[in-house]
């Protein structure tokens, strides 16, 4: 069965720098997300892509974050200046043209120190 | 926005005990999703019911559109069912707004 799937499970990084986690999404969908777990907390949505343009975004995507698909199998989100509350689960999801369903990847765990 | 209350915060049974998982939600969607996240965090896809009923195994959902509720049955618990169970839902917008989840906890 497809999957999406997150690198690398596991990012430490230091206050200030920049990092980059990288999803490859289902084959044949269109539409992909990021979302946010901070520990003990609940899943907060960042972000929506479709068509290689930002459809959505909440108030948390600030300034600090990019999306980027490069390629036609990666979708990459970028945190410029890493603060010690960007500590958190961030997970990658991707849903098909034509349904809602929403497909989650296993996450990568970001420790900033 | 669209507000997701999810209930009980936490429970805990004993294995083979029956539980059912509440989760409401206050205005319409077109997508309502239920979640397992297993303990190293990854979040396990159960369902995808924004209305009606489906059945995998010993885990069952119900959604009540109309009334904004879905509940989540899971008979004769295993310990391997521990963790936390979320719901989530969409209006269309594409971006899922989950609730706070409930916490089971299934002793030997």
């Known amino acids: 069965e497809p999957e999406v799937t997150q690198t690398p499970s596991h990012q430490v990084t230091q206050m200030g720098q920049e990092v980059i986690l990288r999803c490859v999404p289902i084959?044949?969908?269109?539409?992909f997300y990021w979302y946010r777990q901070i520990l003990g907390q609940k899943v907060e949505f960042l972000v929506s892509f479709y068509n290689n343009e930002i459809s959505e975004k909440s108030e948390i995507f600030d300034d600090q974050f990019s999306v980027e698909r490069p390629d036609g199998s990666n979708f990459t989100l970028k945190i410029r200046s890493t603060k010690l509350e960007d500590s958190a689960m961030y997970f990658c999801?991707?849903?098909?043209?034509?349904?809602?369903?929403?497909?989650f990847g296993p996450g990568t765990r970001l420790t900033v120190t | 926005g669209i507000q997701v209350e999810q209930s009980p915060p936490d429970l805990i049974l004993q294995e083979g005990a029956n539980s059912t998982l509440r989760c409401n939600f206050s205005d319409s969607v077109n997508n309502l999703q239920w979640f397992h996240q297993n303990p190293w965090g990854q979040l396990i896809n159960l369902f995808y019911?924004?209305?009606g009923t489906k059945q995998n195994g010993r885990l069952s959902a119900t959604t009540v559109a109309t009334e904004r509720y879905s509940l989540l049955y899971i008979s004769s618990s295993q310990t391997t069912d521990s963790g936390v169970y979320f719901c989530a839902v969409d209006r269309g917008a594409q971006k899922l707004v989950f609730g706070q989840g409930t916490r089971l906890t299934i002793n030997p």
């Open positions: 084959s044949n969908h269109l539409y």
């Open positions: 999801a991707s849903s098909a043209w034509d349904r809602y369903e929403q497909y």
């Open positions: 019911i924004p209305s």
